[in-house]
């Protein structure tokens, strides 16, 4: 026969106290006393009480959870170091606040169908535009969130980084080094049309290469400059540098728009014999750990990612807690370059 479950009238009577002083033991203790406390929590112990999630959410309206609204299944976006120190961000303002963590990948592919089902009580927006219909979603739903790697706009809570002046900063390097026969290979948008309909931080990184060629009389439909879209993973460097390096002329340089990507390039030039840098040059972006350990090294954009998830972190819990219409934080935050190993002049010949 199951035990019964033991309730809030239990420990109150075991207590010999109200049911409201059981309620404030656990929700609001500071109005108690410290002996009424303790007496309360024995009590509780004593029997096994344990509090009902569900209940207490309906009766505050609060869940102390944040989400974080993931544009890619949970597998693959944890196979990326990135999100490690993105949560690390988030993780220092939720153990200071006392709250949880909820991840929230697509729901059979959509990340629309899997906003219903988070139980949290606002979201951090993860690399999504805000006409998307997932932010216009939690718009018309009342839902706090902050967007990050976004597009800004009034009266939303953003933190991005300053990607177009990074990306430009790292090709300048590059063409002054001499290379003309660049590949971008960047993140799989799943855009028709090309980079002129793309967004977010691809578009952001691509118009900063875009800069930087025209000031030396290039584009990318010049002679020698490729792009290539690939997944945002290990096994998409490889594929990108395999496809790539079998061209009569192959690239001189590959600009990598993640660390993660970078490293499946590395690793394919490695087990194909090529000399990184002597004939090939290639970089990153993030400057993930394992940029300056691997070998060679990896030339990078370092972005602030614990950070922009701290920020991003805090400025949702102050529109979630906030009495009145919450500042609207829009902060960029720097990027800078770290040349290493990976990269040099381009071959002769």
């Known amino acids: 026969m199951a035990r019964r479950r033991v309730t809030i009238v239990d420990v109150a009577q075991r207590a010999n106290v109200s049911k409201s002083a059981v309620s404030l033991a656990f929700n ?71 709250l949880t963590l909820l991840l929230v990948p697509p729901l059979r592919g959509s990340m629309l169908k899997a906003i219903p ?34 597009e800004w706009h009034a009266g939303v809570p953003s933190v991005d980084i300053d990607e177009t002046d990074g990306t430009r900063e790292l090709v300048d390097y590059l063409v002054r080094q001499g290379h003309r026969r660049i590949a971008f290979v960047v993140i799989e948008t799943d855009t028709p049309g090309g980079y002129e309909h793309w967004r977010g931080p691809v578009q952001r990184r691509m118009q900063g290469a875009v800069e930087s060629l025209d000031a030396v009389g290039l584009t990318l439909t010049s002679p020698g400059i490729t792009v290539v879209e690939t997944p945002c993973t290990r096994a998409g460097g490889v594929a990108a540098f395999r496809t790539l390096w079998e061209r009569p002329e192959p690239p001189t340089a590959m600009v990598a728009f993640s660390d993660i990507i970078a490293f499946g390039i590395l690793d394919a030039a490695r087990e194909a014999g090529v000399d990184v840098p ?20 990896l030339t990078t954009i370092r972005q602030p990612i614990a950070a922009k998830g701290r920020l991003a972190a805090e400025y949702l819990v102050e529109a979630i807690t906030a009495d009145t219409e919450p500042d609207s934080h829009q902060q960029r935050l720097a990027t800078a370059l770290l040349l290493r190993d990976s990269t040099g002049p381009a071959p002769r010949g």
């Not at 309206?61 to 961000?89: C, H, I, M, V």
């Not at 004939?279 to 993030?286: P, T």
């Open 278 to 297: 002597g004939q090939l040059s290639v970089s990153g972006f993030d400057d993930l750990a394992e940029a300056s350990w691997t070998t060679p090294s």
């Open 117 to 150: 089902y988070a139980a949290v009580d606002g979201f951090i927006v993860s690399g999504l535009e805000y006409d998307r219909g997932e932010v216009m979603a939690l718009r018309q739903r009342g839902i706090p969130f902050v967007l990050v790697d976004s």
């Open 28 to 98: 609001d203790s500071k109005k108690l006393s410290e002996a009424t406390l303790q007496n309360i929590l024995r009590a509780a112990e004593e029997l096994g009480y344990s509090q009902d999630p569900a209940a207490r959410m309906l009766r505050t309206q609060r869940t102390d959870s944040l989400g974080l609204l993931l544009p890619q299944q949970l597998d693959k976006a944890l196979e990326n170091p990135y999100y490690s120190q993105f949560l690390q961000g988030i993780g220092q303002v939720c153990q200071r606040e006392g």
